[in-house]
């Protein structure tokens, strides 16, 4: 809504979870963002203020529970960190004139309109574009995996002739994700032989799938299908990770695929290794990092690995758990101004230029 430089740009966040709550945090040192209110679902944080809410001193922006409130505000953009989509927020936040940027389940809008029809009968991504085109605003969804890591994958490529395979991994311990409502979606901590759990990891990361069309579309490759498949490990013995717990026997750890095909070729992946405790039969070689594999002349092989700052306590499980939450938060505030400077409609990052990507100094 704002082209002005010089000004902050007024953002309005919904959701105050683990994510939600370290992007308080960030937005307060973002030099030009300015946070003008937050929106919770859970009743007893309304009333209360953000910064205490994110373990801060008060900042003087107040919690509330009503969408009005996000209207009246009339910020440039709302960031949305919920869990899962809520759908008829954005179509209500769009047709505002207000531009949405979200971590919540959306790269490309192909598995959401696949996989979690709306009650109206029609495709999401036709609801968000309609809204879009009505108030004149701009929809974008991102993140760490799927987000950066895709955009690592394309850019890497940038020195490569006769591209063979692009593969992009995730390789993380995901113990420190303390998302309850995410793990049990999943299926972690069901017994591994329950034969809902590939149904349910492929409903809950489909999204994978968006990541494989999105880096098709880079590359202007058409695939003839995304394929899934995954390997689920066993947990040997009974986990107690205290707020979560993984008996004897359920899902502890998974390797997830999604291959883009072409002429039943693999040239596009999306793997997803996950850990959530190391005494799992299978096993993997967790590496803690993102990966970028290319085959083709001249081969890549490339680890992103994201680190504390210096001085952090790195025995401390919450400093890793609030990198988690970084890494996946970031990406959306650096896209703010490049979001809210783009032309109205579904953007996806191949629609965006290369300063979204960009971090901030702090000078």
């Known amino acids: 809504m704002t082209n002005d430089p010089k000004r902050p740009i007024r953002v309005f966040q919904v959701a105050t979870g683990n994510l939600g709550t370290e992007m308080i945090k960030r937005v307060a040192a973002h030099p030009d963002l300015e946070l003008v209110g937050v929106h919770c679902y859970t009743p007893e944080k309304v009333g209360r203020d953000s910064g205490e809410l994110a373990g801060l001193a008060p900042n003087g922006v107040v919690a509330t529970g009503s969408v009005d409130d996000i209207l009246a505000a009339q910020p440039d953009v709302m960031t949305f960190h919920g869990v899962f989509p809520d759908e008829d927020l954005y179509v209500t936040v769009l047709e505002a004139g207000i531009d949405i940027v979200t971590t919540a389940d959306w790269i490309t809008g192909h598995h959401r309109d696949r996989n979690h029809p709306h009650r109206s009968g029609r495709p999401v991504s036709e609801l968000l574009a309609d809204a879009c085109r009505r108030g004149g605003s701009t929809f974008y969804g991102t993140g760490m995996n799927p987000g950066l890591n895709q955009i690592l994958g394309i850019v890497h490529t940038a020195d490569v002739a006769d591209i063979e395979n692009v593969t992009v991994i995730e390789s993380v311990d995901v113990s420190c994700h303390h998302s309850v409502e995410t793990w049990r979606a999943v299926g972690y901590g069901r017994p591994v032989d329950d034969p809902t759990i590939p149904a349910s990891l492929e409903k809950y990361t489909s999204v994978f799938a968006d990541s494989v069309y999105l880096m098709a579309d880079c590359f202007d490759l058409e695939l003839d299908e995304v394929r899934f498949t995954a390997e689920l490990g066993a947990c040997t013995k009974d986990v107690d990770l205290g707020w979560y ?119």
């Open 245 to 363: 717990q993984l008996p004897k026997g359920s899902l502890g750890g998974s390797y997830i695929k999604y291959q883009g095909l072409v002429d039943g070729v693999p040239r596009i992946e999306s793997h997803i290794e996950w850990q959530m405790t190391p005494q799992t039969e299978p096993k993997w070689d967790v590496k803690g990092c993102y990966i970028t594999k290319i085959q083709g002349d001249p081969c890549v092989y490339s680890k992103h690995m994201v680190l504390p700052k210096p001085g952090t306590d790195f025995s401390s499980p919450a400093a890793f758990a609030s990198i988690g939450m970084s890494v996946t938060g970031l990406p959306v505030l650096n896209s703010i101004r490049s979001v809210v400077a783009a032309p109205p409609g579904i953007v996806t990052s191949a629609d965006l230029p290369l300063r979204a990507f960009a971090g901030r100094f702090s000078l």
